[in-house]
């Protein structure tokens, strides 16, 4: 049977403290630290954080003022007055903790005190004697006998809900009856998923908690609290820390380190800039020197790193035009949505929400690598989702998760997940027109808020992404305009007309939705000959990486792959793809893989009688053709059948 409860006192006055959490003026000296013979076990395993910020011994802390006053409010409370600080990884949950020592060793407040302990020393102690349940009952009674309220600091809230409720009904009864007296107040830190998890299970002792959010903070907030600890590394590396590797580092870790929050993320880049420019010698770290340690940790050249995003959408028509062939007036509106948008005139909506009209090979998956690229430069900017495997009512739940109850619930959100590890890509949702109903109604809310409930009610942010939909709907129609061979005599007639297909394919409510339609027309002989240019030199540069051998070819091997397969007008650059990889990469591969190569030879691709011959090039030209490649150790000669028609595949 529990304890009477003991009689009620006065509580103290609420403790309104309106200073912020970094000190302006000397901190003075708290109460003198727990007398080890009256406290032995909270001066054997708590530490002193208001006596610690006095001291100058704990990071100071900047823009978490909101934090601690609702920090101060729930412990002032008559019941549940213990404090659960929830928030991702690296969001700042211990800093939120410090803050509130900061603010009160500047307020020179002596009725709160804090006290950091590990969680097990509650439940295993330091030397490990006595029952769990004694050891409750002397920290409880050690905390009244200081004379304040006190409140201990414990990382894990959801550990020490699970070790006090399954440490028996007798210790559980005390924790809780000392959390709704107030005789002990904890102030813990959890993620949502641990708590949510420990509430669940463990709900009448997690129930004596209230919880505070602590949210991440944006760009400028984090760039704050970098400045704030930014001397604290300056110190420890010997290496001054300038205001440029501060911002630097807050934007290139919101934009490219996942996995992690700010300001976590962010200084752990600063950390790494200062000890690089430590090992190199250098006085100052700069924002150069957070491009460069980043750099090494995304696969990013620095100088795109560098680069603003202002910078990179400036000159996005530059970019995509030097990968995608073609299709100028579709890049010059592509460009236009996302500058449009990334200014500011889109509210919560996505950077951009694009659907890619044209028949097949023209280079609409392509153009939405580039977005990608050009954008978010770096691994894995891309999320492409076959929309044809989601024709069925239930691929919903494959989208966004299953709900409660079903199997497969815990796994969450495949697109959610990815989207929470990488809010900034592209998300390319291909063959649109081939989901279900009710997939295209999911996306209503995507187009128009930027977000997306999953299965586990948690919200889906695409407000940094950009959406791209490809269809083919309407593609039948470039063959039936063309009156005579593959002529584009009127392509605005046929784009008009594309789209009205396409608006009747798709809801009206989510047509609305779209930022820009953009119809992709067919390639023409000297657009797909630009590309098997640029498909031959990707193809050699990849072939003769690290070896010491030239390949050069010229306009009459263009001109035979175009007659021999890789011009076909109704399925786009494919076709080119597959026939330099049947004429040109497996004759060049035979070549190169050759024992008897001499290192520094010159190779030429040159067809000859319906084949391609690979020549071995006496000397090495002063200069090379355009369109020649570098790489490998020596060639022969090779020959592939080549089909006489025009038009084989």
């Known amino acids: 049977a529990r304890t009477a409860p003991e009689p009620a006192t006065a509580a103290p006055a609420p403790l309104r403290l309106p200073l912020p959490s970094t000190p302006r003026r000397p901190a003075r000296a708290p109460d003198a630290p727990p007398d080890p013979r009256r406290a032995p076990w909270l001066a054997a395993n708590g530490r002193d954080l208001v006596r610690a910020a006095a001291e100058g011994a704990i990071d100071p802390a900047v823009g978490r003022d909101d934090v601690v006053d609702r920090i101060l409010d ?38 709160l005190r804090l006290f950091e302990i590990a969680v097990d020393s509650l439940w295993a102690g330091q030397d490990g004697k006595g029952s769990p349940a004694e050891r409750v009952a002397q920290a409880v009674a050690e905390v009244r006998g200081l004379g304040v309220r006190t409140a201990l600091v414990v990382r894990d809230a959801a550990h020490f809900v699970k070790a006090a409720s399954e440490a028996g009904p007798a210790v559980e009864a005390a924790v809780r009856d000392a959390l709704d007296s107030r005789s002990l107040a904890v102030v813990g830190e959890a993620t949502p998923e641990a708590w949510d998890r420990a509430a669940r299970l463990h709900p009448a002792t997690a129930r004596c908690f209230t919880t505070v959010e602590v949210p991440e903070p944006d760009e400028e907030a984090a760039g704050l609290m970098l400045g704030a600890v930014a001397p604290r590394y300056a110190e420890h590396h010997g290496v001054a820390i300038g205001d440029d590797a501060v911002e630097a580092a807050a934007r290139i870790a919101r934009r490219y380190l996942t996995g992690r929050a700010l300001p976590d993320r962010a200084v752990h880049l600063l950390d790494l800039a200062a000890a690089r420019a430590r090992r190199d010698g250098r006085a100052k770290a700069g924002g150069a020197d957070v491009a460069a340690v980043a750099s090494d940790l995304v696969d990013v050249p620095p100088e795109r790193l560098a680069a603003t995003d202002g910078e990179r959408l400036l000159a996005i028509e530059r970019d995509l035009s030097a990968r995608i062939v073609g299709h100028r007036e579709v890049i010059a509106k592509l460009a236009d949505v996302l500058r449009r948008n990334a200014a500011g005139f889109r509210t919560r909506r996505p950077i951009g929400s694009l659907l890619f009209l044209g028949p097949t090979g023209v280079g609409k998956t392509e153009t939405a690598r580039a977005v990608a690229e050009c954008l978010f430069p770096g691994r894995e900017n891309l999320l492409r989702l076959d929309m044809s495997e989601y024709s069925e009512p239930h691929a919903v739940a494959r989208l966004v998760g299953a709900p409660p109850g079903y199997v497969g619930f815990e796994a969450g959100s495949p697109l959610g997940e990815t989207l929470r590890r990488r809010p900034y890509q592209v998300v390319l949702l291909d063959e649109f027109e081939k989901a279900h109903p009710d997939v295209h109604r999911l996306f209503l809310q995507v187009l128009e808020e930027g977000r997306l409930t999953d299965g586990q009610g948690r919200k889906i942010d695409f407000s940094n992404a950009v959406v791209v939909m490809t269809s083919n709907l309407g593609s039948d129609l470039f063959g039936a305009k063309r009156p005579v061979g593959f002529g584009r005599d009127a392509p605005e007639s046929v784009a008009d007309e594309v789209l009205r297909t396409a608006r009747r394919a798709l809801p009206p409510e989510l047509w609305n939705r779209i930022d820009e339609a953009l119809v992709f027309m067919p390639l023409g002989r000297d657009e797909i000959a630009r590309i098997a240019r640029m498909l031959l030199d990707a193809s050699i540069r990849s072939a003769t990486a690290g070896k010491d051998v030239t390949v050069e070819y010229d306009e009459t091997l263009i001109d035979a792959l175009l007659q021999a397969g890789g011009h076909e007008p109704a399925l786009g650059a494919r076709p080119m793809r597959r026939t330099i990889q049947r004429l040109v990469e497996a004759p060049l591969a035979r070549t ?17 009688q319906g084949g391609v011959v690979v020549e071995d090039v006496a000397e090495r030209p002063e200069s090379m053709p355009e369109g020649s490649g570098v790489g490998v150790e020596n060639v022969a000669h090779a020959r592939e059948s080549m089909p006489e028609a025009a038009g084989a595949s």
């Open 592 to 608: 190169l893989l050759r024992p008897d190569l001499s290192r520094g030879c010159r190779l030429r691709l040159r067809p000859e």
């Open 74 to 111: 729930v412990l002032q409370k008559r019941r549940a007055a213990s404090v659960c600080l929830i928030g991702p990884p690296g969001v700042g949950k211990t800093a939120a903790a410090q803050a509130l020592a900061h603010r009160l060793a500047a307020a020179g407040a002596a009725n």
